[in-house]
């Protein structure tokens, strides 16, 4: 009997990233994340899951980000009862990110219900941070490159790049392996080391977030620099919108040098995000996953003032410019980014710098795609600050390095899966697979279930 894999998220988003695995009557689940984005999607959280949780052997998660592992909570408290698999960093950051989740759940749902914005009464939150504190029980650590087996299936990880603990996934299910890239990180990433070369595989599924574009060659920090300078000196106040693991952390690299050099002014920078304070303190941990020497490391935290609590946040919104305030959340779906965006957002003299993908339906992606008026809290918010996007401080691989990553295989897959892109760009890549490397890629249907086979392809 062949192995089956199901398409059970990410195949029409960036988001809600799961895929069950199906071999010899066990049932493996590699990622479980949220969906976000468009109301559409976000409602699919709240759906029963397509599966019994408690039918599941397994989950193995590729890394922390919330569209791969933003849904555990909840399939623990609806019954998953197996391990979570994921390397030592990704377990770490976890801790973070799942505990963050919950509590924004809650508070989402209290301000709902106190501000009558829900239809429903009284307003719930999709998990709690003590679900989420729950399902964190669950986590087993591994390292790279050390097979481990899950219900019997064979499993490895190798660096990904992306973020902290990245990794792509090899299942080895029923004679045939099945490699999932999770988010596959840049050869060029100031931050983080390149991800590992294709290895052969039978079955191939790839993430298409930049399918359809190429990063822009420009140089990110010159442009973040002129940014910055142009903004303070004129007293108004740069806001980046981060995400508290992995871009908060290149940002903060980025303005570090930027100083040292006095390419920028010497202007106060707080890093008002206490997931990423603490996510800081992990990556110090693993120096052999990235590119920063301990020295310089250290100088790049030092030149913030490190917000954490919630007056701290509140006063930065009283205290003007000139100021760099780097806060998440990356796509302005929540957070303390907020709280600034509704402070500094309504004067021309500031500046809104997105850094990274803004997934359809988010608030990032409107103010990307020209719109100026935003709702936050309940309130239509009018955007006069300028607004300005840096593409290129992305940490996915873009169309031609996802093309030239699978060029490194020892032979074609016998088929290969675009997911993890909107449709336009996945659509993208897959003629670009096609006609640079002669492979024939597809793009699943949601909930799409196909055989997983052992050879090249025919």
């Known amino acids: 009997m062949n192995a089956a894999l199901t398409f059970l998220g990410a195949t029409d988003t960036v988001t809600g990233s799961r895929y069950l695995v199906e071999t010899d009557g066990r049932r493996i689940l590699v990622d479980c994340g949220l969906f976000q984005g468009y109301k559409v999607l976000r409602e699919r959280n709240w759906k029963p899951f397509p599966l019994e949780p408690a039918s599941i052997d397994a989950v193995v998660v590729s890394h922390a980000h919330l569209d791969h592992t933003g849904y555990l909570p909840a399939l623990v408290r609806d019954g998953f009862r197996g391990r979570i698999h994921a390397t030592r960093g990704t377990s770490e950051l976890s801790r973070l990110v799942l505990r963050d989740s919950g509590r924004l759940q809650e508070e989402q749902?209290?301000?709902?219900?106190?501000?009558?914005?829900?239809?429903?009464?009284?307003?719930?939150?999709?998990?709690?941070?003590?679900?989420?504190?729950?399902?964190?029980?669950?986590?087993?650590?591994?390292?790279?490159?050390?097979?481990?087996?899950?219900?019997?299936v064979p499993v490895r990880f190798v660096p990904a790049g992306h973020i902290l603990g990245a990794a792509q996934v090899l299942v080895d299910a029923d004679g045939a392996r099945i490699h999932f890239t999770g988010d596959l990180g840049r050869v060029d990433d100031p931050l983080m080391r390149p991800p590992r070369a294709l290895e052969e595989t039978d079955t191939l599924v790839c993430e298409s977030t930049y399918g359809d574009r190429i990063h822009p060659g420009s140089d990110a920090e010159a442009q973040l620099g002129a940014i910055v300078t142009d903004v303070c000196r004129r007293g108004g106040v740069v806001v980046l919108p981060a995400f508290a693991v992995g871009r908060a952390e290149t940002l903060l690299l980025h303005l570090s040098r930027l100083m040292a050099s006095g390419r920028i002014p010497e202007?106060?920078?707080?890093?008002?995000?206490?997931?990423?304070?603490?996510?800081?303190?992990?990556?110090?941990?693993?120096?052999?996953?990235?590119?920063?020497?301990p020295a310089e490391f250290t100088a790049m935290y030092r030149l913030a003032t490190l917000v954490r609590t919630v007056d701290?946040?509140?006063?930065?919104?009283?205290?003007?410019?000139?100021?760099?305030?780097?806060?998440?959340?990356?796509?302005?779906?929540?957070?303390?980014?907020?709280?600034?965006?509704?402070?500094?957002?309504?004067?021309?003299?500031?500046?809104?710098?997105?850094?990274?993908?803004?997934?359809?339906?988010?608030?990032?992606?409107?103010?990307?795609?020209?719109?100026?008026?935003l709702r936050i809290f309940g309130r239509d918010i009018h955007i006069a600050a300028q607004v300005h996007t840096l593409d290129m401080l992305s940490a996915h691989a873009d169309a031609r390095q996802i093309v030239e990553w699978m060029s490194t295989a020892p032979r074609a897959p016998r088929s290969v899966y675009l997911t993890h892109g909107e449709p336009d760009a996945s659509d993208a890549l897959r003629k670009r697979v096609r006609q640079a490397l002669g492979w024939e890629a597809r793009v699943p249907e949601f909930g799409e279930t196909v055989s997983v086979t052992a050879g090249t392809a025919s």
């Open 109 to 152: 749902a209290s301000f709902a219900a106190r501000h009558h914005t829900s239809k429903h009464s009284p307003p719930q939150p999709l998990y709690t941070e003590q679900d989420a504190a729950i399902a964190l029980e669950r986590f087993e650590p591994h390292p790279f490159d050390e097979p481990f087996t899950v219900a019997g």
């Open 267 to 293: 202007v106060p920078i707080f890093l008002n995000s206490p997931m990423a304070v603490d996510a800081s303190e992990i990556y110090a941990r693993y120096p052999e996953e990235h590119r920063i020497p």
């Open 312 to 373: 701290d946040s509140k006063l930065l919104n009283l205290r003007g410019g000139p100021a760099v305030i780097i806060s998440a959340s990356g796509m302005l779906e929540g957070g303390r980014v907020l709280h600034h965006l509704v402070a500094y957002g309504t004067d021309p003299r500031n500046a809104i710098v997105l850094t990274g993908f803004q997934a359809g339906g988010t608030r990032g992606a409107a103010l990307q795609r020209g719109e100026r008026v």
